[in-house]
């Protein structure tokens, strides 16, 4: 049996995430009919109800200790309720964000202390992170251009200073961990990101 991995994607909103953990997971199903696809937050039926909250643009008031320990509860029963299971039972997870964006968005953009998020969600998690992160890399203005078409969310209002420390945030932790983070140009055709993808699972993973 081929070894499970657990593949994230991250990126500030409007990267393409979505679109490319679906294809990918697409993709893997070929060789494991059991590979799982979800996202965080909001991958269980109790993170979708934390997700409600985090993402409702009328919580104005929300603590952004708070916000971070949500998130953190999210994780905790997705890694019960998914992850582990999945793992478990020798299939591949690829998930659309993963604890790398709650260390870029709480951490670096709300500019909590960054070790204090990371302990909190390495336990959230029982230290299992995942083992091949892709950032679709995307200037702000460009993927903003991509959700213009609909009501923006809690987050997708932030303003372009917060999204600048969370791209920051990102490209700090690809730098410092080069053999498990894949950066992508992600303002071309989503073909081709697709195919940048698959091509790096298999030379990263040998899947």
């Not at 945030?169 to 894949?182: E, H, K, N, T």
């Not at 989503?190 to 030379?203: F, G, L, Y």
């Amino acid at each position: 049996m081929t070894k499970p991995f657990y593949i994230a994607f991250e990126g500030i909103e409007g990267c393409g995430k979505t679109t490319q953990a679906l294809r990918l997971a697409e993709s893997l199903r070929v060789l494991d009919p059991g590979t799982v696809l979800t996202r965080e937050t909001g991958g269980t039926d109790i993170g979708a109800r934390i997700r409600e909250v985090l993402h409702d643009i009328g919580n104005t008031h929300l603590d952004s200790i708070a916000e971070a320990l949500l998130i953190a509860g999210d994780r905790a029963q997705h890694r019960s309720e998914v992850l582990e299971p999945a793992l478990s039972a020798g299939h591949h997870v690829v998930s659309d964000r993963s604890v790398y964006s709650t260390i870029a968005y709480q951490g670096y953009g709300r500019q909590l202390p960054i070790d204090t998020v990371r302990s909190v969600n390495d336990w959230a998690l029982q230290s299992r992170w995942p083992d091949l992160i892709f950032l679709l890399d995307v200037p702000h203005e460009h993927a903003m251009s991509r959700l213009a078409h609909r009501a923006l969310d809690r987050f997708e209002q932030e303003d372009g200073d917060f999204f600048s420390r969370v791209a920051h945030g990102f490209q700090a932790m690809a730098a410092d961990d080069p053999s498990r983070w894949v950066i992508i140009d992600a303002t071309g055709d989503a073909d081709v990101i697709s195919a940048a993808v698959r091509q790096a699972v298999k030379e990263r993973l040998g899947l």
